[in-house]
């Protein structure tokens, strides 16, 4: 595998780091690209010093840890785990937060329910392979299995699920992962509370050529207080937030497409693998 980690400092960090590090080289190893106008004439260039080690990035803020699907977890990324009340996991630094959030919602006369979490490697993986499976028996060109494949279940170390930061949430009335979940009451509450808790919305409708996911009015990311803040008043993605070294290279590897939210998938039973990126 060749995937590089790409943990990055945000915010006030990393512009004293572009400050004062103002050389620059082109990306190497494997980044992605997606279709488009600018990504197909531009090439990103990216300050050397802007890129940090996994450690680095965690004393940092490991609330901004940066996980798509140009940025792959550390393969020995380890994460204390808190237990929801239906079995899933979070990471428990963002516990607390999250129960604030569903106890309020809740309270508002609704019901939230999280239908996808923590996932291990081998979880992903399992997901991955399964879809590879299927992809290959319905007949798609071998060349093309794993590309169709990763544009339904994230490669293994690229799915936001894997850091504990990340999950699924639906309404109890409407659980499915559709575009219409964000008409549900539920949805409507998050998307407009949600960053009091420290998350965000993660894969806004109008940011998939930026995050290279489709639009999921359901995946919620726990970023802290001060960026949720500051993302839900600017209407930035987390991509954008933190900053040009974040966003996704143009370069030399052939375009990839935007992976669409996969449009049906219900949630009865309930299994923690079912749901999406
Ligand atoms: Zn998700």
Same mark, same amino acid.
């Given at each position: 595998?060749?995937?590089?980690?790409?943990? $990055?400092?945000?915010?006030?960090?990393?512009?004293?780091?572009?400050?004062?590090?103002?050389?620059?080289?082109?990306?190497?190893?494997?980044?992605?690209?997606?279709?488009?106008?600018?990504?197909?004439?531009?090439?990103?260039?990216?300050?050397?010093?802007?890129?940090?080690?996994?450690?680095?990035?965690?004393?940092?803020?490991?609330?901004?840890?940066?996980?798509?699907?140009?940025?792959?977890?550390?393969?020995?990324?380890?994460?204390?785990?808190?237990?929801?009340?239906?079995?899933?996991?979070?990471?428990?630094?963002?516990?607390?937060?999250?129960?604030?959030?569903?106890?309020?919602?809740?309270?508002?006369?609704?019901?939230?329910?999280?239908?996808?979490?923590?996932?291990?490697?081998?979880?992903?993986?399992?997901? &991955?392979?399964?879809?590879?499976?299927?992809?290959?028996?319905?007949?798609?060109?071998?060349?093309?299995?794993?590309?169709?494949?990763?544009?339904?279940?994230?490669?293994?170390?690229?799915?936001?699920?894997?850091?504990?930061?990340?999950?699924? $949430?639906?309404?109890?009335? &409407?659980?499915?992962?559709?575009?219409?979940?964000?008409?549900?009451?539920?949805?409507?509450?998050?998307?407009?509370?949600?960053?009091?808790?420290?998350?965000?919305?993660?894969?806004?409708?109008?940011?998939?050529?930026?995050?290279? $996911?489709?639009?999921?009015?359901?995946?919620?990311?726990?970023?802290?207080?001060?960026?949720?803040?500051?993302?839900?008043?600017?209407?930035?993605?987390?991509?954008? &937030?933190?900053?040009?070294?974040?966003?996704?290279?143009?370069?030399?590897?052939?375009?990839?497409?935007?992976?669409?939210?996969?449009?049906?998938?219900?949630?009865?039973?309930?299994?923690?693998?079912?749901?999406?990126?």
């Amino acid at each position: 595998m060749n995937i590089r980690t790409n943990l $990055i400092r945000a915010g006030a960090a990393l512009a004293a780091v572009l400050a004062l590090a103002p050389s620059a080289l082109a990306l190497g190893g494997r980044v992605g690209d997606l279709a488009g106008p600018a990504a197909q004439t531009a090439v990103r260039r990216i300050p050397a010093a802007s890129l940090t080690t996994a450690a680095q990035q965690t004393e940092a803020d490991w609330r901004l840890l940066l996980v798509n699907p140009w940025n792959a977890l550390p393969e020995d990324y380890e994460v204390e785990l808190a237990t929801l009340s239906n079995g899933l996991q979070v990471d428990a630094r963002i516990y607390d937060d999250l129960n604030d959030m569903l106890t309020d919602c809740r309270a508002a006369g609704l019901e939230p329910i999280v239908c996808s979490a923590y996932r291990t490697q081998a979880t992903q993986t399992r997901l &991955y392979n399964n879809k590879v499976a299927r992809v290959r028996a319905s007949g798609v060109p071998e060349d093309q299995v794993e590309a169709e494949a990763a544009r339904w279940v994230a490669k293994p170390g690229t799915s936001e699920h894997q850091t504990g930061l990340a999950l699924d $949430i639906v309404a109890a009335s &409407y659980q499915i992962l559709d575009e219409k979940q964000e008409d549900t009451a539920e949805q409507q509450w998050l998307m407009e509370n949600s960053w009091k808790y420290g998350f965000i919305l993660r894969y806004p409708s109008e940011k998939s050529d930026i995050t290279g $996911i489709g639009y999921e009015p359901w995946h919620y990311r726990y970023v802290g207080k001060a960026a949720a803040a500051e993302i839900h008043r600017t209407g930035v993605c987390l991509e954008e &937030y933190l900053g040009e070294a974040a966003l996704p290279a143009a370069e030399l590897t052939p375009a990839q497409p935007v992976r669409p939210a996969e449009v049906v998938r219900p949630l009865e039973p309930v299994p923690p693998e079912t749901a999406d990126i």
